[in-house]
C-alpha cells in the first residue's frame, strides 16, 4: 500500500476522472491527508458472497476503467466479471485474458514503486518527480491517539517483531529480547512491541525472554494509531514487511533486518531507511519458510543492530 503512493500522486497528476479505490477497510487510514482517492471501496472477506456482492456494486456503478496493482488472479477476476470495460494490469499468475490492456515487463528485477509506474507510463500520464513515498499523519489522528495514550511522554524505540509473509522474514524473538534490554538499559528510553494480526505470541515471547521488563510494552494499534505511534518514535528496527514502509515513509529513522528477500523490490530512495543484512550463499532466496539453519537472519547480531542505532541516535 505504501509503496502506491508515487504511482496514485501520478495518477491523480494525470487524469480528470474521479479516482476510486478497492482493498481492506484498514488500509484507507495509511492515505490519510494525501488527497489521493476520491471514495473507497472496503473489501475485508475473502468468502465468495462478499466477492460477488463486490462484483454486483462494481457493476452498479459502471467504471470505465479499472487499474489493478496486485498481481492476484482474484483482483483480475473481480473486474472481469463486473464488466470494467477497461482492465489493466500484469497478465501475471495466468489471468492475462482477463485483462484489456497487459503492462509492460522487464527482464530485470525492479522495485515496485517502479514497478506500477510503468503502467502510469503505459497510460500516457506524467511521472511523479518523487518516487520516495511520503506519508502524513492528521491532525485528527493525533487527537485521536493522545485521548488514548496519555502516558507515551519518554523517547521510544518501537520493534516490528512480525511479518506476515512468513516466519522466514522474522529476526529470532530473544535477539528482539537482547536488543530491548540494550536500549532499555544504556539509552535508558523505552521500546514498544508492535505485534501484528495473530503475533501477540510472539511480543509475548520477547518480552519474556528480556530481562529489562519495565522498560518494555506490548502495544496493540490499529493502523491509525500505528500511525502515530511510529512517526513519534525515535527510530524504529522492523523486520522487512509493511510497517517498515510506513515509519520510513514518515521521515523516521529505520533499521530493517533484511533477510530472505531481495532487496531490490522494495529499493527506493530514502534517507530514513537503514538496511542490515548477512551476506551468506543462499540468500536472497524469496522463501516464505526457511529450509535451512535461518542464517540470513540468525547472523544478524543484536550488538550490530544496537550499533546502527547509536549511529543514528547520536
Known amino acids: 500500500m505504501v509503496m502506491a503512493v508515487p504511482f496514485l500522486e501520478s495518477l491523480r497528476a494525470s487524469v480528470n476522472d474521479e479516482i476510486w479505490g478497492i482493498g481492506k477497510s484498514n488500509a484507507i487510514h495509511i492515505y490519510n491527508g494525501l488527497n489521493l482517492l476520491d471514495r473507497y471501496i472496503p473489501l475485508d472477506k475473502k468468502d465468495i458472497v462478499s466477492f460477488f456482492d463486490a462484483v454486483s456494486f462494481l457493476k452498479k456503478t459502471e467504471f470505465k476503467r479499472g487499474i489493478l496493482l496486485p498481481h492476484s488472479f482474484r483482483s483480475a477476476l473481480l473486474f472481469y466479471m463486473a464488466g470494467i470495460k477497461e482492465r489493466i494490469g500484469y497478465a501475471r499468475n495466468k489471468r492475462g485474458f482477463m485483462l484489456t490492456k497487459h503492462a509492460p515487463e522487464t527482464l530485470t528485477l525492479e522495485s515496485t514503486t517502479r514497478h506500477y509506474m510503468r503502467i502510469i507510463d503505459m497510460l500516457g500520464g506524467r511521472r511523479t518527480e518523487n518516487e520516495t513515498p511520503l506519508l502524513f499523519v492528521t491532525q485528527d489522528e493525533e487527537l485521536r491517539y493522545y485521548e488514548q495514550y496519555t502516558d507515551l511522554d519518554k523517547p521510544y524505540i518501537v520493534f516490528v517483531i512480525g511479518a506476515q509473509y512468513g516466519s522466514s522474514k522474522c ?102 531507511t537503514h538496511l542490515i543484512s548477512a551476506d551468506i550463499p543462499c540468500r536472497p532466496c524469496n522463501r516464505r519458510v526457511c529450509d535451512r539453519d535461518h542464517g540470513c537472519m540468525k547472523q544478524i547480531t543484536p550488538e550490530t543492530v544496537f550499533r546502527k542505532l547509536e549511529e543514528i541516535l547520536g
Not at 510472539?202 to 519495565?214: C, H, P, T, Y
Open 171 to 272: 529476526w529470532p524473538p530473544v535477539y528482539f529480547s537482547e536488543l530491548a534490554d540494550m536500549i532499555v538499559q544504556r539509552l535508558e528510553m523505552m521500546v514498544y512491541l508492535l505485534p501484528g494480526k495473530d503475533e501477540k505470541g510472539l511480543a509475548r515471547d520477547v518480552l519474556d525472554g528480556s530481562i529489562q521488563k519495565e522498560g518494555i510494552e506490548i502495544m496493540d494499534m490499529d493502523v491509525r494509531d500505528l500511525k502515530v505511534c511510529l512517526s513519534r518514535a525515535s527510530s524504529v528496527v522492523s523486520n522487512d514487511t509493511g510497517p517498515r514502509h510506513i515509519s520510513a515513509a514518515l521521515s523516521v529513522p529505520t533499521v530493517v533486518l533484511l533477510g530472505p528477500m531481495d532487496a531490490r523490490y522494495t529499493d527506493y530512495p530514502s534517507a530514513y
